[in-house]
T-cell receptor, first 114, second 112 residues
Framework: GENVEQHPSTLSVQEGDSAVIKCTYSDSASNYFPWYKQELGKGPQLIIDIRSNVGEKKDQRIAVTLNKTAKHFSLHITETQPEDSAVYFCAASMAGFGNEKLTFGTGTRLTIIP | NAGVTQTPKFQVLKTGQSMTLQCAQDMNHNSMYWYRQDPGMGLRLIYYSASEGTTDKGEVPNGYNVSRLNKREFSLRLESAAPSQTSVYFC???????????FGPGTRLTVL
């Protein structure tokens, strides 16, 4: 089955700087890559996703890039703010192959230092 | 719209006891999921239901059973709880394939 590795496990960034979280996946058939943000005491919430026919996607201060050849994708957060402090999860899915299950990475705890 | 709701929020069980975690969604979604979240291990899929009347095993189904009671409700049952089942359990729902999953607030379960 699919295996998703996520790095780093913890990341501290000065407010206003950029943060980058990286994930690799094992199955070249995976074609859907969402990123979820989990705030303390809450369930994860989708913040951005990318499909395999696209190399990059941006939404305001958040961007995701996908390299299908290398089987890795990354989350970029620019101009970080205190409210960006949370745990971030990447995931991968072989959606469209009769399989809609997500395989999650192990998470990155991002701390924004004021 | 309440989204995805879960009950209870917290539960403490003794080894061997049974309990059912309840989940309901009001978004008319077809698919529902149960995950467990353990420190350093991310979210792992226990069971999922692609549509009303169907259920399938996920990555870690042992020790659990599920029931898709109707389109809105998807319950998770622990027949004989073990300390290894101490975890935070999340229910989620989605419209279908390649769609955003909406998560509930979670149930923190401790098995002594």
């Amino acid at each position: 089955g699919e295996n998703v590795e996520q790095h780093p496990s913890t990341l501290s960034v000065q407010e206003g700087d950029s943060a980058v979280i990286k994930c690799t996946y094992s199955d070249s058939a995976s074609n859907y890559f969402p990123w979820y943000k989990q705030e303390l005491g809450k369930g994860p919430q989708l913040i951005i996703d990318i499909r395999s026919n696209v190399g990059e996607k941006k939404d305001q201060r958040i961007a995701v890039t996908l390299n299908k050849t290398a089987k890795h994708f990354s989350l970029h957060i620019t101009e970080t703010q205190p409210e960006d402090s949370a745990v971030y999860f990447c995931a991968a899915s072989m959606a469209g192959f009769g399989n809609e299950k997500l395989t999650f990475g192990t998470g990155t705890r991002l701390t924004i230092i004021p | 719209n309440a989204g995805v709701t879960q009950t209870p929020k917290f539960q403490v069980l003794k080894t061997g006891q049974s309990m059912t975690l309840q989940c309901a969604q009001d978004m008319n979604h077809n698919s529902m999921y149960w995950y467990r979240q353990d420190p350093g291990m991310g979210l792992r899929l226990i069971y999922y239901s692609a549509s009303e009347g169907t259920t399938d095993k996920g990555e870690v189904p042992n020790g659990y059973n599920v029931s898709r009671l109707n389109k809105r409700e998807f319950s998770l049952r622990l027949e004989s709880a073990a300390p290894s089942q101490t975890s935070v359990y999340f229910c989620a729902s989605s419209e279908g394939r390649i769609n955003e999953q909406f998560f509930g607030p979670g149930t923190r379960l401790t098995v002594l």
